[in-house]
């Protein structure tokens, strides 16, 4: 696949379509690289006419690591500092020294943007993915078409805060061996996954045995996570935001609950918002069809205002 230097850093990244197309870049969540946008997934939106764009976030996958900035954090003891900090003022700084912030990485996909000469895209992000386009939105909104949002929040503490169950899948470090690393995946992937739709334990394994073999990198994930808990509340400059916004969430999910999504569509002057029954914190493939109707609908409505 091909690479891009992009904000001082390699970012490994593949297109869907014909780049003549509006551009839409998919960006993805914590720790995930970007073969959990799934070919297929990918292939519908370019389907719809669009130069679809999915890439590693730095410190995952192929994409430059970041090993140099100290080691693996103890992002569980950051998770619980930041928590109790924010609960007795929830507008305290974390105080948490990150090597890099959720704007970071937005500057990594604005980057990435210029490397592709693209002058600006229909931006969709999923979980941290979500986090991550409403930052650039924020710092580059001359760049973003549209925005979409899914299964994600504002960084508000007060809302979309994970179940204990899924509190505890989220922080459990998998096993270093290939074979353990998929059998948790498995396990975590029944706990946070949607219970509305089948679960398909094959395409599980099969993703995870790929991005194993791609790049594990387990001190990748802890410092996604540390600049997540370290970076403040967006709500207000979200209020600011004049771009044809689409907030998707899952009804059911337990990682990042409905009240998060529901917080980043009142935060956003006319955003829609999309509650889909039985979608937990994943993109089911029952709910791809519905998903990417909503996507091109909300990049229509960009064409519009145009």
């Known amino acids: 696949m091909p690479r891009a230097n992009a904000n001082g850093i390699e970012i490994e990244y593949e297109t869907f379509g014909d780049n003549d197309r509006p551009a839409l870049l998919l960006v993805m969540g914590l720790g995930a690289q970007m073969i959990s946008w799934d070919e297929r997934f990918c292939q519908l939106l370019a389907d719809e006419g669009y130069h679809v764009i999915?890439?590693?976030?730095?410190?995952?996958?192929?994409?430059?690591?970041?090993?140099?900035?100290?080691?693996?954090?103890d992002a569980a003891g950051m998770v619980q500092q930041a928590f109790i900090a924010r609960m007795a003022d929830p507008d305290a700084p974390?105080?948490?020294?990150?090597?890099?912030?959720?704007?970071?990485?937005?500057?990594?996909?604005a980057g990435l943007l210029d490397a592709l000469g693209i002058a600006a895209a229909h931006v969709v992000?999923?979980?941290?993915?979500?986090m991550i386009v409403q930052a650039l939105a924020i710092r580059h909104p001359e760049r973003v078409l549209s925005l979409c949002s899914i299964m994600?929040?504002?960084?508000?503490?007060?809302?979309?805060?994970?179940?204990?169950e899924a509190m505890a899948a989220?922080?459990?470090?998998?096993?270093?061996?290939?074979?353990?690393?998929?059998?948790?995946?498995?396990?975590?992937?029944?706990?946070?996954?949607?219970?509305?739709?089948?679960?398909?334990?094959?395409?599980?394994?099969r993703r995870a045995a790929t991005a194993f073999d791609r790049g594990y990198h387990p001190a990748g994930t802890a410092r996604q996570l540390v600049a997540i808990v370290a970076s403040p509340d967006r709500t207000p400059a979200l209020r600011s935001l004049d771009v044809p916004?689409?907030?998707?969430h899952g009804a059911d999910d337990p990682l990042v609950q409905a009240s998060g999504g529901q917080a980043t569509a009142r935060a956003?002057?006319?955003?829609?918002l999309l509650v889909i029954p039985g979608m937990g914190h994943d993109l089911p493939q029952g709910a791809w069809a519905q998903i990417v109707e909503a996507v091109v609908a909300n990049a229509a409505r960009a064409q519009v205002r145009s």
């Open 94 to 109: 974390a105080n948490i020294d990150a090597p890099y912030l959720l704007d970071d990485l937005a500057d990594d996909a």
């Open 54 to 73: 999915r890439y590693d976030n730095r410190d995952v996958g192929r994409s430059t690591w970041f090993d140099h900035a100290g080691g693996e954090p």
């Open 170 to 205: 989220l922080l459990e470090r998998p096993p270093a061996d290939r074979d353990g690393y998929v059998e948790a995946a498995v396990r975590a992937s029944r706990v946070i996954g949607s219970p509305g739709f089948p679960f398909d334990e094959d395409r599980v394994r």
């Open 125 to 130: 992000g999923a979980s941290m993915g979500g």
């Open 268 to 272: 956003i002057p006319g955003a829609e």
């Open 152 to 164: 994600s929040t504002t960084g508000d503490p007060s809302v979309g805060g994970p179940t204990p």
């Open 245 to 248: 916004a689409l907030v998707i």
